[in-house]
């Protein structure tokens, strides 16, 4: 008989046509146990890892040859071109030196901000639940190999080619594969070879979503060998690392330089008018447009932007869609999740309503240990004499046992931790079970699964068959919410174990006072069948039940998560919960996290928290959806499919919003959202494909991180906007104003290409700025509203003169007063302006505030690129080399202390103006 080791898997373009037994043959695998890891890794050696060729990426020689694709390069290399007609070798050779300079640190750059986005891609790792040595586990879907079986429920991404060999209720939505427009329902059996690709209703497709139900399959094709694969280059994604901003910049950046060349052709007429040599003013307009065009500020931004998003992924928010890093900052209103995102994601069974008593269970989380006892207002807290109450109640032994086999979760350590392998509910029924003295492997082998119908959101509930060893019977028990299952009770387990008259209105009694007190309540039942019962339908867990009991549990809240919507709120953004759960347990968690007021003493009303029910909402009609769901601070018992009815209103109302989201029905309200956030953990590959940022940790702290990190970018783009523009513009103003008072140009082309070259290299250190403080004291950005407001307009105007001012008048000083050559009257220019854009550096580390506010040496970049900047100069000034190729000469030291001196004037002027705004604005608010 041949062993896993012994043969290899078939290789078949296809396994519609064989049925389920003779694919495993075909494939060598038992179904039951699949593969061992010593043949996985075998067979990954064989076939490779499960990943499809990606779309080519631009070539680095062509990304290279790109940088050379912009206007301002076009007007250096003709006047590179013109130069060496003229017979100006030096000139026309320091230009382009300077242009292949500039090409480079593009080029390296661009290439860096790439790099840093797709390795930030790359951990939003997508996994399969597989069964390997006859255990389930999750596992990177790069590693599947044929021969794999995969387990496939509702939310999850088909990782491989598959062929089904168990289904229930499978629906896959296959349309971005077959453009079937519906889920197609799914069937193991096999069918004729010649059936169409569409119709293959017992093969899923890797790439393709499952929507409802449950199934599992073989793995057949991966990788390049999938359908998927081989049109991988038509639905691959590239990277894009341009966003709505950066466009407007790029579209702005084009603008400027036409009227630059606008302004540079007036000034060329007018020089000739005056009489000017030809060359001399063709290189004065090439001067002007070189100082005057802020051709880094495209890739500034995008490198920001870049920057941004790594330090977002530190904080546990990983950006998929680079324009979601701009809205945060503009974000108005969070609409969260409870579960995991608000609350630990630890829930533990803390009270069980069984027989007509209420139990309270010990210990929270998965490991801790416990125990179940009466609880106080039952007056047994001090019966020590009385046996554990799960051996004498029989109703709370079945409520325990109903939650322990109704369940499809599993308990592992990994590494001295308790590992959850399914939902966190399941897993504090497992827990309570335990301490309920059920052991897991003893009660499951006495009550085999025989069939199972999986829980679903619109039936909200799951039933189970089970064998019972050593009896002619069969037994089904049901867990789910209690709307659903109250109704379908005919009896009652009492703690005798007697069948009795069900007690509803009490039952709905104890259900309310567990949610009062911030728990989920379960509902439980059973209902005994002939041992004839093979399969699990509806219809057999409709009527007839016998109810068993309740138990509550509690996700507390995480600690991070109240100080983070307390942030929030101060920062003016409104944070909303929409939950799944009864109203009363989210109206719980939704004070325990700070979204409305506390209780007063002995009351039981909402007070100023407002909360609306599914149900509430379905009510109101679209117009007036608006105002009430602005008015509305928790969502509860809400359909998935009405997060995107949530998300129109808010926006209506002019919102900017963030939603979250880990299901597959989430997906359309995450598209819709501004900033769509998924859960990495919890979340399904559908949800995270939808979204434009996930959460690594699944905390809502990391949501407030990451809009906090948002405006801290957005802060460092416009700082480094309102400190590359007036220096710019200063250069090209102390040209024309040269020009038209017919005095020689301040400073060469070749002289303002070096400075151009140094500041758009040395400004991107603002990008490493850290957060300031009160960041999130402020309200949201308007997204209308542009970079440059009035005050900082009114700023860069001011900058701009005092460099234009400043320059003339030190350019005129040292010609006249100083009796000064031209070299070293030109040389005092090029150092004032790169003095005056140090200074002004610094000023520009805070839009608000004084360096010294912010610290001085908390951004050592800015530091480091200042006297990197400064050291550049002396250089400039004083290394022959430097002073034979950019025509600059060694300067005195009353020169300096006169540079100085503006440079610092200017910076102090900056700082006064500052201030004089801060004040104006804290009056303001006072006054308000």
């Not at 009815?645 to 900017?656: N, P």
Request: with cysteine.
């Amino acid at each position: 008989m041949k062993t896993e080791r012994d043969a290899k898997p078939a290789r078949r373009t296809s396994f519609h046509d064989v049925s389920a037994d003779e694919a495993s043959k075909l494939l060598n695998v038992n179904l039951e146990t699949g593969l061992s890891e010593e043949e996985v890794a075998r067979r990954e050696k064989e076939y490779g890892p499960n990943v499809g060729t990606a779309r080519p990426g631009t070539p680095e020689w062509k990304r290279f040859l790109l940088q050379f694709h912009q206007p301002l390069v076009y007007i250096l290399v003709g006047a590179t071109v013109i130069s060496l007609y003229l017979g100006e070798t030096l000139d026309a050779g320091v230009i382009f030196a300077v242009v292949i300079a500039n090409a480079i640190i593009g080029w390296v750059q661009e290439s860096k901000a790439e790099r840093a986005i797709e390795a930030l891609a790359r951990m939003v790792a997508v996994e399969a639940t597989v069964r390997r040595d006859g255990r389930k586990k999750r596992v990177p879907s790069a590693r599947l190999v044929p021969g794999d079986v995969v387990l496939l429920a509702a939310g999850d991404r088909v990782p491989a080619d598959l062929r089904l060999f168990y289904v229930r209720n499978l629906q896959v939505d296959e349309s971005a594969l077959t453009g079937e427009s519906v889920p197609v329902h799914k069937h193991a059996d096999s069918i004729a070879i010649d059936t169409v690709l569409a119709d293959r209703r017992n093969l899923a497709f890797a790439g393709t979503h499952v929507t409802a139900g449950h199934g599992e399959g073989v793995v057949w094709a991966t990788g390049d060998g999938t359908e998927t694969g081989r049109i991988a280059w038509l639905i691959s994604d590239a990277i894009d690392v341009s966003t709505p901003l950066t466009r407007k910049i790029a579209v702005f950046s084009k603008l400027l330089l036409w009227l630059i060349l606008a302004v540079a052709v007036l000034m060329f007429a007018v020089g000739m008018l005056r009489g000017k040599p030809a060359l001399e003013m063709f290189m004065a307009a090439v001067a002007l447009a070189v100082g005057a065009i802020p051709e880094g500020l495209p890739a500034a931004v995008t490198i920001t932007l870049a920057i941004g998003v790594g330090r977002m992924a530190r904080r546990h928010a990983i950006i998929r869609k680079l324009p979601a890093v701009e809205a945060l900052g503009s974000t108005t209103v969070i609409c969260s999740d409870k579960t995991g995102t608000l609350t630990e994601n630890q829930m533990t069974v803390r009270e069980i309503f069984a027989g007509g008593e209420l139990f309270e269970v010990t210990g929270t989380g998965y490991e801790a240990p416990g125990e179940i006892r009466p609880a106080a207002e039952h007056g047994h807290r001090h019966a020590k004499h009385r046996a554990p109450p799960y051996e004498s109640n029989a109703a709370l032994h079945e409520c325990l046992k109903a939650g322990l086999l109704c369940n499809d979760s599993q308990l592992s350590k990994q590494n001295g931790r308790v590992i959850v392998q399914g939902d966190p509910t399941e897993a504090a029924l497992l827990v309570a079970a335990r301490k309920g003295g059920l052991v897991g492997g003893e009660v499951a082998g006495a009550h085999p699964r025989l069939d199972v119908i999986p829980f679903e959101a619109e039936q909200q509930y799951m039933a189970t068959l089970h064998g019972i060893h050593g009896r002619a019977e069969r037994v089904i028990y049901k867990k789910g919410s209690l709307e659903r299952l109250l109704e379908r009770c005919t009896d009652a387990l009492s703690a005798t174990g007697d069948l009795v008259a069900p007690h509803k209105q009490q039952v709905r009694e104890a259900a309310e006072a567990m949610a009062a007190r911030g728990l989920r309540v379960l509902a439980f039942a059973r209902r005994h069948t002939a041992k004839d019962h093979h399969r699990l339908a509806h219809e057999h867990v409709a009527s007839g039940l016998t109810f068993l009991g309740l138990q509550g549990m509690m996700d507390p809240a995480r600690p991070e998560a109240i100080s983070a919507v307390r942030r929030c709120r101060e920062a003016g953004i409104a944070v909303k919960m929409i939950t799944g759960d009864h109203a009363l347990t989210a109206g719980a968690i939704a004070r325990q996290v700070g979204l409305g007021p506390p209780l007063k003493p002995g009351s039981r009303t909402d007070g100023e928290l407002k909360i609306l029910t599914g149900r509430e909402l379905e009510r109101v009609a679209e117009t007036g959806l608006p105002d009430v769901v602005s008015s509305a601070s928790v969502f509860a018992r809400v359909a998935p499919e009405q997060k995107l009815r949530l998300v129109k209103a808010l926006q209506a109302r002019g919102e900017i919003a963030a939603m979250t989201g880990d299901g597959v029905n989430d997906a359309p309200a995450l598209k819709q959202a501004d900033i769509g956030i998924a859960m990495g953990i919890a979340g399904t590959d559908v949800a995270k494909g939808a979204a434009d940022i996930v959460l690594a940790d699944d905390n809502f702290a990391s949501i407030e991180a990451a809009v906090e990190e948002g405006r801290a970018v957005f802060d460092n783009l416009t700082k480094f906007i309102v400190w590359t523009l007036p220096t710019n513009a200063g250069e090209a103003i102390i040209l024309l104003v040269a020009v038209f008072m017919g005095v020689p140009l301040p400073a060469l082309p070749l002289q303002l290409l070096w400075v151009n070259l140094t500041e758009t290299f040395f400004g991107l250190t603002l990008a490493f700025e850290p957060r300031e403080s009160g960041l999130m004291n402020r309200p949201p950005r308007n997204p209308r509203q542009p970079i440059l407001t009035f005050p900082l307009f009114m700023r860069s105007g001011l900058v701009s003169l005092l460099m234009a001012a400043g320059g003339l008048g030190l350019f005129l000083w040292e010609l006249q007063a100083e009796g000064s050559s031209l070299a070293e009257a030109r040389t005092v220019v090029v150092n004032l302006v790169v003095m005056v854009e140090a200074f002004y550096l610094l000023n520009c580390r805070s839009l608000t505030r004084s360096m010294f506010a912010v610290g001085v040496f908390s951004n050592r970049w800015l530091l480091a690129g200042v006297a990197a900047m400064l050291a550049g100069q002396l250089l400039f000034t004083y290394s022959p080399v430097m002073n034979r190729l950019f025509g600059s000469a060694p300067l005195g030291i009353e020169s300096w202390l006169r540079v100085l001196a503006i440079a610092i004037a200017t910076y102090a002027i900056v700082g006064f103006e500052k201030w004089v705004r801060f004040h104006q604005s804290n009056a303001s608010k006072n006054r308000t």
